[in-house]
């Protein structure tokens, strides 16, 4: 989970990242859903600053051996989506602290988010 939020973070920052990189740290439904909504930032000319972060409250175990589901509590206190003139994109608002429910499947070696579901009206 950890490899994805950082791959997120980058891809957000850096409009001349590869955006293929979250193929590395997840796969589908979320890899789409993340590489479609990376691409709509870029496309609209904005970038994130700072760093959003995942804090795992609790692990489950999945439906398989190579699978588990993580509470977690995602942090975007410390960053930002800015717009090409430098304005903040965000609401003032949105809560900066709110739960999500992670799946996380193996993939070879490691492991890679196959699905986030954001829970945006729960704050943590």
Not at 72 to 88: E, F, L, M, P, Y
Request: hydrophobic share 40%; proline share 3%; glycine share 4%.
């Amino acid at each position: 989970m950890a490899r994805y939020y950082e791959t997120y973070n980058r891809l957000s920052r850096d409009p001349d990242a590869d955006l293929l990189a979250v193929y590395d740290v997840a796969v589908d439904p979320q890899s789409e859903k993340a590489y479609v909504q990376l691409s709509a930032i870029r496309a609209a000319g904005q970038r994130q600053t700072g760093d959003i972060k995942a804090v795992v409250e609790a692990f489950i175990i999945g439906d398989s051996p190579t699978s588990y589901i993580a509470d977690v509590c995602v942090d975007t206190a410390k960053a930002d989506v800015i717009d090409a003139d430098g304005n903040s994109v965000w609401s003032q608002s949105e809560l900066r602290r709110t739960y999500a429910t992670i799946w996380v499947e193996r993939m070879g070696s490691t492991y890679a988010v196959s699905e986030i579901q954001a829970h945006i009206d729960q704050p943590c």
